[in-house]
């Protein structure tokens, strides 16, 4: 699948350069907030001309985008599916781990982003388009997948409404414990039971 935007730059120094910006506008975008954020300060806290940022980014959409995607890219690259499989609970922590906490926070600013910005709501749409088919992919042997889908990515979201608000993450192993609960009460139910293989 091509990506709605144009492929990055190639060369070693365009690269080292990409991912400078990529960096320092995550930081800037935590920080102030990407409706309070101008590309030009992102130029200037990457000490680089605004010039510069257009030639790797056509928007301040589109970066806010590839921040998530290359945010996404690096946690995912971590994400152990057979250690998941073997101790599901331990998924449950994913959802509050603060070293999410920044990507949680980025993909809230894009969620109020795409309501108005085109960029940023067709890189959205692609982003969790190809993550969404992958978690599905995933949880294939699930009759509900598509519903546990929908609370995952609920759970993701929410998570990252409260930290937006500034509440703090419950203790991780009440939460972890909490979640297995709830979920085994569904699968007892019926309603997550496993498919044949």
């Known amino acids: 699948m091509s990506s709605v935007f144009a492929d990055p730059p190639l060369t070693p120094k365009a690269q080292a350069t990409r991912a400078r910006l990529l960096e320092v506008a995550a930081e800037v975008f935590v920080e102030r907030g990407y ?65 999410s906490r920044h990507l949680r926070l980025l993909q809230i600013d894009a969620a109020a982003a795409a309501r108005h ?14 993550r969404n088919a992958w978690i599905l992919d995933t949880l294939r042997r699930l009759d509900a997948s598509e519903v546990l889908l929908y609370v995952v990515n609920a759970l993701s979201a929410g998570v990252g409404v409260q930290e937006a608000h500034g509440r703090p993450s419950p203790d991780p192993e009440l939460w972890s414990k909490t979640l297995a609960q709830m979920f085994g009460v569904a699968e007892s139910a019926g309603g997550l039971s496993r498919g044949s293989p």
């Open 35 to 99: 409706a309070a954020v101008s590309l030009r300060d992102i130029a200037v806290a990457a000490g680089v001309t605004k010039g510069a940022i257009y030639g790797h980014f056509r928007s301040k959409g589109q970066l806010l985008v590839e921040v998530i995607r290359a945010q996404l890219a690096e946690r995912d690259a971590q994400f152990d599916v057979q250690a998941a499989i073997e101790q599901p609970i331990e998924v449950f922590y994913q959802f509050i781990n603060p070293d």
């Open 117 to 130: 910005d085109p960029d940023v709501a067709a890189g959205v749409a692609e982003i969790f388009s190809a």
